[in-house]
T-cell receptor
Framework: SQELEQSPQSLIVQEGKNLTINCTSS?????LYWYKQKYGEGLIFLMM?????EEKSHEKITAKLDEKKQQSSLHITASQPSHAGIYLC??????????????FGKGTKLSVKP | DGGITQSPKYLFRKEGQNVTLSCEQN?????MYWYRQDPGQGLRLIYY???????QKGDIAEGYSVSREKKESFPLTVTSAQKNPTAFYLC???????????????FGPGTRLLVL
């Protein structure tokens, strides 16, 4: 079966600093999704990547999928308190049961100190 | 505004009791999903439905049941057989459940279930 591992598990940064969150898959990724979650709330969709080497940006957040399609990174430039939350990566499930669905990493908790 | 609503926000269950979590969407999506989230864990799939009157078990279906009588509604019942129901439950929907290729799932605000 496929597993997604996120690193780091948690991160505390000073406001204005840059940071990177990684998502590594045990198998080739066919669709990689990044979501953000505030504690006790639902997931907000950020970006979806499909092709090896693909890179997408939204405001100060950039996500990349490596050429081999087994790792994705989420980079935040000049972090702000509004960036605080839990970031989860999800991937199209292609191996094992429930194909057509997503599997998720355990999330990275980001805190931004003002 | 289109979106997904879940109710209630908090739900308390007594031992031996069945409880039902509501999920409604007005996005005209065919597919709907239920996930369970535990502290420090990712989301785990409970049940999913790609079309009305049809649904499939996910990874952790034991102790749960669902129905899909209407396109916009996908209620989840947590039965007394679920021995560890305390968790955050998230409902999601997508256009066609991956049948047309990769597609994004959109999530509701969640229901937190607590055991008395």
């Amino acid at each position: 079966s496929q597993e997604l591992e996120q690193s780091p598990q948690s991160l505390i940064v000073q406001e204005g600093k840059n940071l990177t969150i990684n998502c590594t898959s045990s198998k080739t990724l066919y669709g990689l999704y990044w979501y953000k979650q505030k504690y006790g709330e639902g997931l907000i969709f950020l970006m979806m990547l499909q092709k090896g080497g693909e890179e997408k940006s939204h405001e100060k957040i950039t996500a990349k999928l490596d050429e081999k399609k087994q790792q994705s990174s989420l980079h935040i430039t000049a972090s702000q308190p509004s960036h605080a939350g839990i970031y989860l990566c999800g991937a199209d499930r292609r191996y094992g049961g429930s194909q057509g669905n997503l599997i998720f990493g355990k999330g990275t908790k980001l805190s931004v100190k003002p | 505004d289109g979106g997904i609503t879940q109710s209630p926000k908090y739900l308390f269950r007594k031992e031996g009791q069945n409880v039902t979590l509501s999920c409604e969407q007005n996005l005209n999506h065919d597919a709907m999903y239920w996930y369970r989230q535990d502290p420090g864990q990712g989301l785990r799939l409970i049940y999913y439905s790609q079309i009305v009157n049809d649904f499939q078990k996910g990874d952790i279906a034991e102790g749960y049941s669902v129905s899909r009588e209407k396109k916009e509604s996908f209620p989840l019942t947590v039965t007394s057989a679920q021995k560890n129901p305390t968790a955050f439950y998230l409902c999601a929907s997508s256009i066609s459940g991956g049948l047309a290729g990769r597609e994004t799932q959109y999530f509701g605000p969640g229901t937190r279930l607590l055991v008395l």
